[in-house]
């Protein structure tokens, strides 16, 4: 989402550059929506990707569908979602057009809709990965509710959702026990929270409690941030930002870092601004 128009308005040159660099310090999958840019990130990336040589099969590619948005290259009066059988084959045929590939190793749904129809996704995914062009399927942003009514015509393998030590409700209102008995494999969008983002009373505690922390593991506070994460049981796989090669480097870390429990308490503590339960 960072890498186009929204952001960081990469060239090809650089985007292939990025991969590279991901690719060497062990991050391998890249995640899209057909919405990104305007709907002109996939394309670009398609390029950078082209001018990278590599090859499909080293690298993983996400996208999503189902947001219309409200832009110049689209003919929509106001942002809505789409979740037609037709609609929903047309967006990863586009995707795979831009991004410049013959399959995509997963496809979510965006954002549910309250007039999605679980047969007619279910007929779309199912003629899509039968002729090759997703290899596995999933969701985003739906509850334990909304998932259940996909689930009942077709397999769930991912459910992307927001998830950070700031935001912290997927643990509490069932969504993360859900996938888990469900063998649903969670994906977390913004994994640094706020913490960076807002100057609030609670984020400079915060900021207090990870300078410390940072002496102790000695890595950057959004490694801990990220290591506090993967920590979770449900195996949640954070979703970075970043395009600086540093940062890239550094976050890596926190597949490698064993956070101690009561660090781990202590960072959901200062986040609720209150004991535990």
Known sequence: MNWGA???????????????????????????????GGYTTEAEFGEG???????????????KCGIEHVT?????????????????IWSVEN??????????DVLLLHRPSPLMVADEIAEAITKLQSEG???????????????????QKIDVSYNQIQFSATHFTPMLDGSLDHM?????????WNPLGTVFREDSEKTRWMKQLLASLVQKYEVGADVLLLAWILK???????IAGTVNVGRIQQLMKATQLEMELEDWFAIWTESMGDKVP
């Open 95 to 104: 995707s795979l057009k831009n991004l410049q590939t013959e399959y995509l």
């Open 72 to 88: 110049g290259n689209r003919n929509n009066k106001i942002k809505h979602y789409n979740y037609s059988k037709e609609y929903i």
């Open 232 to 238: 979770h049981p449900a195996k949640i796989l954070p």
């Open 180 to 188: 888990q008995v469900n063998g649903i494999r969670p994906m977390a």
């Open 6 to 36: 929204w952001d960081k308005k990469l060239s090809a040159d650089e985007m292939a550059h990025t991969i590279h660099m991901c690719l060497e310090n062990g991050i391998t999958t890249f995640d899209h929506a057909d919405i990104y």
């Open 49 to 63: 990707f082209k001018k990278s040589r590599l090859s499909r099969e080293k690298i993983q590619l996400i996208s």
């Open 133 to 151: 062009k997703i290899v596995d399927f999933g969701l985003s942003n739906f509850t334990a509710s909304q998932t259940d009514l996909i689930r």
